[in-house]
């Protein structure tokens, strides 16, 4: 596996541990407490999934990024593009024409829609008894091209330093994505590690402003 900062090897990987939506939520809240993670397919529609896939996509008409022949459902990038100049969110510096359509895209009704997924929001609310969960106004879509640049390692309270320590972040794959194809790696054991990071912050911190702790 190639990643930004280098191959990755086979021993080095793992499969995520797979849970349907039908499992007990005892079990699902003792496998996050255990993992760090829950990996859920099949929560969110498909035809809902592919509808936003499509509408995505449907905002580079008219730019090099897609291969002309194929519909937007597919998302096929033009072979005839290099991939350095197409850079996805993460994927280095962004700018002009192509940051603005990025940012348009996370404002259009259709995806607003699709963040309040009820399905999704109610797994939410039962996985950690709540009675009301807040998302935060920070969602990134992202699309990456075959041998382009893709996010770097990291974890995602660098960008949210607002709050507790502690959140949940869902992670949708806009379609069908092959293990090979850029999907997501999650380092094991990372959750904690994370915290260890904050805690540390925290303490010598304790006498920051609100502005210099962000």
């Known amino acids: 596996i190639q990643a930004n900062q280098g191959r990755v090897a086979r021993p080095q990987l793992g499969w995520l541990?797979?849970?349907?939506?039908?499992?007990p939520l005892e079990e699902m809240r003792r496998r996050l407490d255990q993992d760090d993670y829950l990996y859920v397919k099949g929560l969110i529609p498909r035809s809902e999934v592919l509808q936003m896939r499509e509408h995505y996509f449907s905002q580079y008409a008219g730019t090099s990024l897609l291969d002309p022949t194929k519909p937007f459902l597919d998302g096929i990038f033009n072979?005839?593009?290099p991939?350095?100049?197409?850079?996805?969110?993460?994927?280095?510096d962004t700018e002009g024409e192509d940051l603005n359509?990025?940012?348009?895209?996370?404002?259009?009704?259709?995806?607003?829609?699709?963040l309040r997924n009820p399905q999704l929001r109610q797994m939410v609310r039962d996985l950690m008894g709540w009675d009301e969960e807040v998302l935060l106004q920070r969602t990134m879509l992202r699309h990456n091209v075959p041998g382009g640049e893709s996010t770097g390692v990291h974890y995602d309270k660098l960008f949210l330093r607002g709050g507790d320590a502690f959140f949940l972040t869902a992670w949708v794959p806009i379609g069908d994505i092959k293990p090979m194809g850029g999907g997501l790696i999650y380092l094991e054991n990372s959750a904690k590690l994370g915290q260890a990071i904050e805690d540390d912050f925290t303490r010598r911190a304790e006498h920051f402003?609100?502005?210099?702790?962000?």
């Open 209 to 214: 402003t609100p502005e210099e702790r962000i």
């Open 101 to 114: 359509r990025l940012r348009g895209a996370h404002t259009t009704p259709h995806y607003l829609t699709f």
């Open 79 to 81: 072979p005839s593009e």
């Open 17 to 23: 541990r797979p849970t349907t939506a039908d499992t």
């Open 83 to 92: 991939a350095s100049a197409h850079k996805g969110i993460g994927g280095g």
